[in-house]
């Protein structure tokens, strides 16, 4: 197989994959903390918080990426205004395009970080509750003190599942333009078809590499840090 | 009552009055500065929504987009589940083998994004097919959503049949089945019913993920991509995006509830929890598998 295309300095895959990382890591980052505070909300005494974060999650779960990602650019961002980057700057498009890529992956991704964590919420036992409300605990106290340190040491599994998930999600930001992998496997197959396996297989083992250690590392901290009960 | 907070006394139900009204008027401020905005750009103009009234924008555009959408879904699915119990079955052989390269296989199409395989397969079939080129955006986008589905499923058939109790296999052999038999007529009906709601929210992952037969070289016309047609005609880009989105919505939570209704079905006997019913009651997958790492319940398909 012909792997020239890996030297030729018209692609810079490094440059690609990178910006993919940059994107996942953004992401990861804001879904976790969103996506907390979603599944605090849901289980909070204040009913309006729940109700706005239970349509929250049904209305962007079941949402493609796709649509929110190219709805944030064309619709947010060009028609309504809401910029992400200084308009001055000489890299506007670019910064800005990247930034509404991780918005619409955090908007996204943390829908299912949220179901995630309350998931674990529900695998903790109600007496751990019903004691922390017994020594005079708060709500805010029971679940940022109690609840919700057990709750996410449960689910360390499902969220590396969602981590592998958003990792593969960044692709999508190619609707919108970002320079990440899938945007120069898409020029690089269309310019070198005729290497077109050996292009896929370099971007897949870019996302098998990507993806892997996550699995492998989360997998492990999930078996050392879950609570015995 | 949730356990995670006591019956509200008068001070906290004063407390809880603040937040609610405080919460309220933001949110009501957000959707009037949303809708402020949205009536500066002339949005919320009778003309911009006035195509949607009319029976040739929909019969021109959202609904063959539509039609689309779901001939790609419902071939996927069709496809992918035959796949899946096929490679599901594979990787519980005895065959050491077979095992392995059924989960290589598996592992590598799982790690790999949607949109890679469906671009991928996109100029396979263009390049080096006999496929007549107006079929090719179809099959391609078929052929990633295959790919990647077919994997998940059949992880999701082997946590199914994993998830049987051992006396299950005891029987089947002590009545003298052959392992085939087994498998066919004791292990999959039950693995099957038990993972029902799992495969059924699987559908939704596919349903969204047809949206990317619209991206960069695949040219699949779905119901997204027919967004483009009516912003063209009409100038509506706003209301197009809000109708098409709405339309994925309804279908998705469709899906999300009959699988919720499945598994509610499927559950027996109540059981106690803090935060009331989530996705993640079927078994979940079994944990350390290479590529994923862990185990996915219902829901956590994700996109690519």
Known sequence: ?????????????????????????????????????????????????????????NIFRNTPLTVIIV??????????????????????????????????????????????????????????????????????????????????????????SVLIALTKNTTVAASIGVAEAALLMNTMVENESDKLVAVFLVFALGFVLLTLPVGLVLGYLARRLAVRR | MSVLYDVPGPRARRRNLVFNVVFAVVLVAVAVWVLRTLDDKGVLNRAQWEPFTRGDTWTQFVLPGLRNTLKAAGLAMVIALPIGVLFGVARL?????????????????????????????????????????????????????????????????????????????????????????????????????TMLPTIVSQLVVVLKDTALGGLLLINFVELLRTADGIKNNYGNVVPSYIVIAAIYIALNFAVSQIARLLELRLRRGPRASLAGPTDQMTPTLPGGTAATGAGIGPGFGGVA
């Open chain 1, 1 to 57: 197989m012909d792997f020239s295309f890996l030297s030729d300095p018209r692609y810079d895959i490094w440059g690609a994959f990178w910006v993919t990382v940059q994107l996942t890591v953004v992401a990861a980052l804001g879904s976790l903390i969103w996506g907390t505070a979603l599944a605090a909300m849901r289980v909070s005494p204040v009913p309006v918080l729940r109700g706005f974060a239970t349509v929250y999650v």
């Open chain 1, 71 to 160: 709805s944030c650019s064309l619709v947010l961002s060009n028609y309504l205004g809401f910029v992400l980057a200084s308009r001055d700057s000489t890299s506007f498009i670019k910064d800005n395009n990247f930034r509404l890529a991780v918005f619409g992956l955090i908007v996204y991704t943390s829908t299912f970080v949220g179901e995630a964590i309350r998931s674990g919420i529900n695998t903790v036992p109600a007496g751990q509750a019903e004691a922390a409300r017994a020594i005079g605990l708060p709500f805010t106290k029971v679940l940022a003190l109690v609840v919700l340190p057990q709750a996410i040491r449960a689910v360390i599994a499902p969220l590396a």
């Open chain 2, 93 to 193: 052989s005895e065959h050491r083998p077979l095992r392995w390269a059924a989960g290589a296989v598996v592992e590598f199409f799982r790690a790999i994004p949607v949109l890679l395989m469906m671009v991928f397969a996109s100029v396979l079939f263009t390049k080096y097919s006999t496929v007549p080129l107006g079929n090719v955006p179809l099959i391609a986008t078929v052929t990633g959503l295959v790919l990647y589905n077919g994997s998940v499923l059949a992880e999701v058939f082997r946590a199914g049949v994993l998830a049987l109790p051992r006396g299950q296999t005891e029987a089947g052999l002590a009545v003298g089945l052959r392992k085939g038999q087994l498998m066919r007529s004791v292990l999959l009906p039950q693995a099957t019913t």
